[in-house]
């Protein structure tokens, strides 16, 4: 059984117990596929509150060293290369800063998280305001019903800005969108289910999907999204019954779906008896309104905060349709709980008052900004993303291989197309071109560490040939 050798002298024991599993993986002590041991024979070996250690593997989980299946235990997801993603201070990224010379400058173009506003102070005044006003019922007590309600009430207003017309009754609350799928998946699914996806799709769903053991189709793409005439093929010769997709600003291509492709797509989604799952954290940042729009009565809509107003904004709004509402609305320990009621009043805040819409058109602005430095320092038909409100580019390269090793060389971290083809030994992946990679333009902490960067992207390019 592992057992750590902790410090349980210094406060924050949880994070020692995940800093030492992050330190095992690493050294091979702890394997890809090594099971650990149950929560309350770790805390008995420690000697620690059950608590501590539930709480511990609840933030593994959240950085992607470990999953967890009901009946089967928990185990190490340490050769990941999807979950590195999720690792935004990972020892290789602080072994990289510690290399750097002087006049060297790292840049990240690996992660999606929002671009940052230095002159923009309202987080702070907006939690000394929550201190000062809620300190004695949102710091020590569970999130109370009438709190639930509020956000409930400042969600809808989120998915009418969105033009998913809603009302607070048809809002389930999550922690996070990724909370939200993982949620619904687990509601509606069952392991060896097939899921139909983006042939490119996002490391949160692989990650998840090779958990609980989902088999995801994937659906051949172009510059809109997933092509009909092959979601028709592919519905008709698999037995799925759901199809998860990112039709606003898909991740990692940037495809928006026009009006035009997402009736097609409705019609045929209908037409197999589909019931589209759609993920539109990067929707704020679209001018098209979400696809399930068309699809009242066969989706499950879900979004979030954290992409288009604020990265620590945990927060997931699913809005289904009646088919699937009640089943999902009574999962509230896989939904509701994780909620952290300081975030919670925070987002109501910020919606009522309308900060949130406030950031989001800022990070629209700021998206398009460095959306305009990228053209003029990469060649435009490298650039396949035709969206200039997309906060990441697909762009297309050489060999990868060598591509990649030019970059670790430059000190520029990406993302590669490998990270997002859909894993499925029914489905042989060597005819796929993965001659691709994603930068994430809101990454890089300012727009001259995004011009340092795409000199160094655009070198690369020249060097390699496209």
């Known amino acids: 059984m592992w057992i750590p050798k902790i410090d349980k002298s210094k406060r924050g024991v949880y994070r020692t117990i995940v800093e030492k599993m992050r330190e095992d993986i690493e050294a091979g002590i702890l394997k890809s596929g090594d099971q650990l041991p149950p929560q309350r024979d770790l805390a008995w070996a420690l000697k620690v509150n059950l608590t501590t250690v539930s709480r511990a593997?609840?933030?593994?989980?959240?950085?992607?060293?470990?999953?967890?299946?009901?009946?089967?235990?928990t185990y190490i997801l340490a050769n990941s290369a999807e979950a590195s993603l999720f690792e935004l201070k990972s020892k290789k990224h602080n072994e990289t800063l510690n290399k750097l010379k002087p006049n060297d400058e790292f840049v990240d173009f690996s992660t999606n998280i929002p671009a940052r506003n230095v002159a923009d102070k309202r987080f702070k005044t907006s939690m000394a305001e929550i201190i000062e006003n809620y300190e004695d019922t949102l710091f020590e007590e569970y999130h109370a019903p009438i709190l639930l309600d509020a956000l409930k009430i400042a969600a809808t207003k989120w998915l009418n800005w969105r033009n998913m017309p809603s009302k607070p009754d048809n809002i389930i609350l999550a922690g996070g969108a990724q909370t939200a799928l993982q949620a619904i998946l687990i509601s509606l699914c069952k392991s060896g289910d097939s899921i139909l996806v983006e042939e490119f799709t996002f490391p949160g769903m692989?990650?998840?999907?090779?958990?609980?053991?989902?088999?995801?189709?994937?659906?051949?793409?172009?510059?809109?999204?997933?092509?009909?005439?092959?979601?028709?093929?592919?519905?008709?010769?698999?037995?799925?019954?759901?199809?998860?997709?990112?039709?606003?600003?898909?991740?990692?291509?940037?495809?928006?779906?026009?009006?035009?492709?997402?009736?097609?797509?409705?019609?045929?989604?209908?037409?197999?008896?589909?019931?589209?799952?759609?993920?539109?954290?990067?929707?704020?940042?679209?001018g098209m309104p979400p696809l399930s729009n068309r699809l009242r009565n066969n989706s499950i809509y879900l979004t979030s905060l954290s992409k288009t107003v604020s990265f620590g904004l945990r927060l997931g709004f699913i809005w289904a349709s009646d088919e699937y509402f009640d089943i999902l609305n009574r999962s509230t320990n896989l939904t509701q709980w994780p909620l952290s009621p300081i975030m919670m009043q925070l987002a109501i805040n910020w919606i009522e008052d309308g900060t949130a819409f406030d950031k989001a058109n800022w990070q629209r602005i700021e998206t398009n900004e460095r959306r305009k430095i990228a053209e003029n320092i990469l060649e435009k038909d490298s650039i396949l993303t035709r969206d200039k409100n997309c906060p990441h580019l697909w762009i297309r390269i050489c060999c990868q291989a060598h591509f990649s090793k030019a970059c670790e060389v430059q000190q520029v971290n990406i993302a590669a197309a490998p990270i997002f083809i859909p894993n499925n030994k029914l489905h042989n992946n060597a005819g796929v071109d993965m001659n691709y990679i994603r930068l994430s333009l809101v990454a890089p902490s300012t727009r001259q560490n995004l011009a340092i960067g795409l000199k160094k992207i655009a070198k690369i390019l020249q060097t390699c040939g496209r």
Not at 209 to 231: E, Y
Not at 239 to 248: C, Q, T, W
Not at 257 to 269: L, N, T, Y
């Open 206 to 286: 692989k990650d998840f999907a090779r958990q609980f053991g989902l088999k995801l189709i994937p659906v051949k793409m172009d510059d809109q999204g997933i092509l009909p005439d092959d979601l028709n093929e592919t519905a008709s010769k698999n037995r799925a019954k759901f199809i998860v997709l990112v039709p606003n600003h898909q991740n990692p291509t940037g495809a928006v779906m026009s009006e035009m492709r997402q009736e097609s797509i409705a019609q045929i989604i209908e037409s197999q008896n589909l019931t589209l799952i759609e993920d539109d954290v990067y929707g704020g940042l679209s």
């Open 57 to 73: 593997y609840r933030e593994a989980v959240r950085q992607h060293l470990i999953g967890g299946e009901v009946g089967r235990g």
